[in-house]
C-alpha cells in the first residue's frame, strides 16, 4: 500500500516552454501533498504544500507564478513549470500524506527529471 | 527556524563494519522519519518514531528517537553493499497554529559500502 506515482519519469523540453508533471496517490487519499525539487547528492527541498481544494502555500523564494500547483481532488496533484528556463533543470518529487493512519508520514513519488535545453 | 543537522554527510566504509547517522536539533519534533533513497528515484520511507526514547528495529538497521525527542539515530550493523544510497531524516513541524505541517529535513547522508 501507500503508492504514490509520477508523470512523466523524465522530460526534456526547450527554453520557454512549460511542463506539467503529475503526482498521483494510488492506493489512498491524500489530504496533502509536497512538492520538492532536488539537487544532486543533497537533500529535498520543499517548494511547496498543497491541500485538496485550496491554494498552495510556497516556501519562501517559489515563484508562484512559475511554479503552478493545481490539487484538484484527494489523489491528484499537478506542478505546472511555465516558462521554463535552464536553471529549472532539476529533479522534482512529490509527497502524499493520507488522509487516515500516522497523518505525519509522507510517502514519495519516484520523481521526475526535468532537464530544459 | 527549525533546523535538523545530520551527520556525516558522507561515508565509505568496508563491508561488515558499524555506522551511526545522526540528526540533531534543537527543536522537539512530534515524530521523526527516516527514508533512503537511490540515484534517480524517489525517497523511500524506512521508519517513523514518535514516542520519546523509543527504539525501532528493522534487521540490521536501529533507529531510536531521543528522550526530548530532538535528535534520532540510525545504526546500521554489519553493512553490506546494498546498504549503499543517500539516507535522510526528517522531522514533523507545525506551523499556523498547528493547522499546517512540513517536513524539516537533514543535509543527508551519503553512505558507500565496499565489498
Known amino acids: 500500500g501507500a503508492v504514490v506515482s509520477q508523470h512523466p519519469s523524465w522530460v526534456i523540453c526547450k527554453s520557454g516552454t512549460s511542463v506539467k508533471i503529475e503526482c498521483r496517490s494510488l492506493?489512498?487519499?491524500?489530504?496533502?501533498m509536497f512538492w520538492y525539487r532536488q539537487f544532486p547528492k543533497q537533500s529535498l527541498m520543499l517548494m511547496a504544500t498543497?491541500?485538496?481544494?485550496?491554494?498552495?502555500?510556497?516556501e519562501q523564494g517559489v515563484e508562484k507564478d512559475k511554479f503552478l500547483i493545481n490539487h484538484a481532488s484527494l489523489t491528484l496533484s499537478t506542478l505546472t513549470v511555465t516558462s521554463a528556463h535552464p536553471e529549472d533543470s532539476s529533479f522534482y518529487i512529490c509527497?502524499?500524506?493520507?488522509?487516515?493512519?500516522?497523518?505525519?508520514?509522507?510517502?514519495f513519488g519516484p520523481g521526475t527529471r526535468l532537464t530544459v535545453l | 527556524t527549525q533546523l535538523l543537522e545530520q551527520s556525516p554527510q558522507f561515508l565509505s566504509i568496508q563491508e561488515g563494519e558499524n555506522l551511526t547517522v545522526y540528526c540533531n536539533s534543537s527543536?522537539?519534533?512530534?515524530?521523526l522519519q527516516w527514508y533512503r533513497q537511490e540515484p534517480g528515484e524517489g525517497p523511500v520511507l524506512l521508519v517513523t518514531?514518535?514516542?520519546g526514547g523509543e527504539v525501532k528495529k528493522l534487521k540490521r538497521l536501529t533507529f531510536q528517537f531521543g528522550d526530548a525527542r530532538k535528535d534520532s539515530s540510525l545504526h546500521i550493523t554489519a553493512a553490506q553493499p546494498g546498504d549503499t544510497g543517500l539516507y535522510l531524516c526528517?522531522?514533523?513541524?507545525?506551523?499556523?497554529?498547528?493547522?499546517?505541517?512540513?517536513?524539516?529535513w537533514g543535509l543527508g547522508t551519503s553512505l558507500a559500502v565496499n565489498p
Open positions: 509527497s502524499a500524506s493520507p488522509l487516515s493512519g500516522v497523518t505525519d508520514t509522507q510517502y
Open positions: 492506493d489512498f487519499q491524500a489530504t496533502t
Open positions: 498543497s491541500n485538496e481544494g485550496s491554494k498552495a502555500t510556497y
Open positions: 527543536s522537539v519534533f512530534s515524530s
Open positions: 518514531v514518535v514516542t
Open positions: 526528517a522531522g514533523t513541524a507545525y506551523y499556523n497554529a498547528g493547522n499546517n505541517r512540513k517536513l524539516i
